[in-house]
């Protein structure tokens, strides 16, 4: 069946870090652009990060500029999100999503719909 898994999220101290790993089975993800997404309680679902799948181009919302970085490595069919410095205003869910459309207009200003699978999320906690 078709899924993306997110994984390594969990709790940290402000100023920490944490690598989340999103993992594809039953498709191929080198021929999509990936999207890190996050949402926390009450708030809209907005865009963190997108990979390309050509050129591997990246795109940060301000967010996460200086501080987060997205990489793929397509022979473990997995993109990574490495976040330090993390702060509380980080906690969320974060979630990853695939496009075959060019992602990063559509993840810096949070055009969901341009994003065709999701995965389940996985839980950042950033607390003292």
């Known amino acids: 069946q078709v899924q993306l898994v997110e994984s390594g999220g969990g709790l940290v101290q402000p100023g920490g870090s944490l690598r989340l790993s999103c993992t594809a089975s039953g498709f191929t993800l080198n021929y999509y652009a990936i999207g890190w997404f996050r949402q926390a309680p009450g708030k809209e679902r907005e865009g963190v990060s997108c990979?390309?799948?050509?050129?591997?181009?990246?795109y940060y919302a301000d967010s996460a500029k200086g501080r987060f970085t997205i990489s793929r490595d397509n022979a473990e069919n997995t993109v990574y999100l490495q976040m330090n410095s993390l702060k509380p205003e980080d906690t969320a869910v974060y979630y990853c999503?695939?496009?075959?459309?060019?992602?990063?207009?559509?993840?810096?200003?949070?055009?969901?719909?341009?994003?065709?699978?999701w995965g389940q999320g996985t839980q950042v906690i950033v607390s003292s």
């Open positions: 999503a695939t496009t075959k459309s060019w992602c990063g207009v559509p993840v810096v200003a949070g055009l969901l719909d341009f994003f065709d699978y």
């Open positions: 990979i390309s799948s050509s050129d591997g181009s990246t």
